[in-house]
């Protein structure tokens, strides 16, 4: 059985977080390493410090140092690793996801893709927009960003992480 089937990432949460970023599932690469978008092609580590959400451009080994920025990980499946159009729809844990931002309460989560977004929302990926939802005062602020994902070049926009960074940055 190779690693990647073995290993899932941690979670990366504590209470009061000022920001989540939320992912379907852990690349093939990145559970094998162990970090989160840990493939050379992802912009995810990149795309954080241009925006201006660190200080520096961290390496995906150091995944963990950003709880002491107020920023955690998660992803909807933990039982699951690949491409999303690979992920098995019944390892999808809305449920599971829910009661993690019930029992931590970060200020804010971002949907690290749209199809992440959809999956939440239990609606198609054409039918979310990029940049901050709409306000339900039960969720945290809630951005949806576009995949950093090598894979998903075509679709990439820096806008959606200035918005983020901007919201984050405000204090709000």
């Not at 970060?106 to 979310?128: C, D, M, Q, V, W």
Request: a positive charge.
């Amino acid at each position: 059985m190779p690693v990647a089937a073995l290993y899932r990432l941690p979670d990366q949460l504590r209470p009061n977080l000022r920001l989540v970023f939320v992912g379907t599932a852990a690349s093939t690469r990145s559970a094998e390493l162990g970090h989160y978008y840990a493939h050379p092609g992802n912009r995810f580590w990149r795309a954080l410090h241009e925006s201006g959400i660190t200080p520096r451009r961290y390496q995906p080994s150091e995944f963990a140092a950003l709880i002491d920025l107020g920023i955690g990980f998660t992803d909807l499946s933990k039982s699951g690793a690949g491409m999303d159009h690979q992920i098995a729809p019944d390892t999808i844990d809305v449920s599971s996801f829910r009661a993690k931002i019930d029992s931590y309460r970060p200020k804010t989560i971002a949907f690290t893709s749209k199809k992440a977004a959809s999956l939440f929302y239990g609606r198609p990926s054409n039918e979310i927009s990029l940049g901050r939802q709409m306000r339900d005062a039960s969720l945290p602020e809630i951005f949806v960003l576009p995949s950093p994902s090598g894979a998903a070049s075509g679709h990439w926009t820096s806008a959606p992480w200035r918005e983020l960074a901007k919201w984050i940055g405000s204090d709000s």
